[in-house]
């Protein structure tokens, strides 16, 4: 057993990977498609495409709307219906673009043959502009833009870039597929922004439950000419969260409020780095992306691994999967631990979607909430120090103040307080709200700093 991981805290819960052996399916094209504004960390791209325009797939359709923000293309060849709000999977109103499906002429350019090309780009800012063009964001839930993060500030230095393949959610299997199945063009592309960063040390992290897959990675590496690890890790959730990453490969901690980048780290999902590869190897825009369909109500024929366009309604693969099990009494985007309900099953999926689970209601039924029992357990499970009880007592007295000093905005909202509560207390609900309550105080007194600042120019 490997015994490499982050130093404090974490759970164990059941890996449930039924969908472990489900090789990749395509998913066929909707007639119609509903393309989010909204699918990437950062301000909202801003579409330049006007209703009964014709589009091919690949084509631009959307530019950044800000520094921090991504470009968005066609998933498929059509004629632009509509641009306007459209409920995401929240039931929040999101601009889209809705596209009636003629076709999958893609634009010119593309090179969609499965043929490898490992030869890198030589000038670091052409692959930079490269993976910005194609709209390449991340792929492991954040969904920050990949050409930002790749591109530190002057004065930071990259010491070390760690692709994400612990898939530490239970329930989700699309990582561990395509590193099966897109190995070495996972390997490519972890070269490619090796390369970008200057050279840094570069180590592929695995939890020790996916034996296939490391050894699919290992083999991948000795075979391409890149001076690329492969690191076994502990199974412990959350393993996949940046800063236990970091702890768990550099032996260094992010301070409260600092960024990887502080410590030297650079850290990205395997499927960021498959869509890099496709981007700067095959000129291929981000808009494809692997999805699971799982959960403990579903019989093992129909559990799958999906490789979807961007802006398919989430109706449309649960049909074209057998439906909706009777079973089901919650659906979730995600996994089970920081997975979001889906309140609407007729969103699309954006850039960052990884599933829909369904899981039945003998697992998502809350105990009823008893008196706090001061039993430590949250604490000992939390994997960023952060005392959960104690910010819910905070959280309930409004002491907006004593939450900011206690570090509630450090939570990283992995729920391992609440899955270890013997009180069934909504400690992450709880927590998650005092995040809110002290990122809020912490934005309020920047804006009057930096108004401050501008008024004695």
Known sequence: MSKITFAIGGVHPDDAKLSRNCAIEVLPLPQTMYVSMAQHLGAPAKPIV????????????????????????????????????????????????????????????????????????????????????????????????????????????????????????????????????????????????????????????????????????????????????VLPLKKKYPQGGEKQLIQAVMHREVGSGGLPISVGAVVQNVATSLAVYEAVQKNKPLITNTLTVTGNCLPVEKQHNYLFRIGIPLSYIAEYAGGVPEGAAKLISGGPMMGRAIANLDAATVKGSSSILYLSEASTKRGQESLCIRCGRCTDACPMGLEPYLLNRLYKAGDVAALEANAAQDCIECGCCLYSCPAYIPLLDRVRQAKGMAMAAIRARAAAAKAAAEAKK
């Open 50 to 229: 006007a209703v009964g325009d014709k589009v091919k797939t690949g084509q631009v359709i959307a530019e950044p709307g800000g520094f921090i923000s991504a470009f968005v293309h066609s998933p498929a060849s059509g004629t632009v219906k509509s641009i306007g709000p459209r409920k995401d999977l929240a039931g929040n109103p999101v601009t889209h673009i809705e596209i009636a499906v003629e076709g999958d002429e893609w634009v010119e350019g593309v090179d969609l043959s499965d043929t490898l090309v490992t030869e890198i780009p030589e000038e670091r800012q052409a692959i930079l502009d490269k993976i910005k063009a194609c709209g390449v964001v991340g792929l492991g839930g954040a969904t920050f833009p990949t050409h930002v993060k790749l591109n530190p500030a002057p004065g930071s230095v990259a010491e070390c870039l760690i692709l994400n393949g612990a898939e530490c959610e239970p329930y989700l299997t699309s990582d561990f597929r395509i590193m099966l199945e897109r190995t070495k063009e996972i390997v490519v592309g972890a070269a490619i922004m090796q390369k970008v960063l200057g050279g840094c040390r570069t180590v592929i992290g695995i939890e020790e439950n996916k034996p296939e897959a490391i050894e699919a990675m290992r083999k991948a590496v000795a075979e391409l000419p890149y001076k690329i690890e």
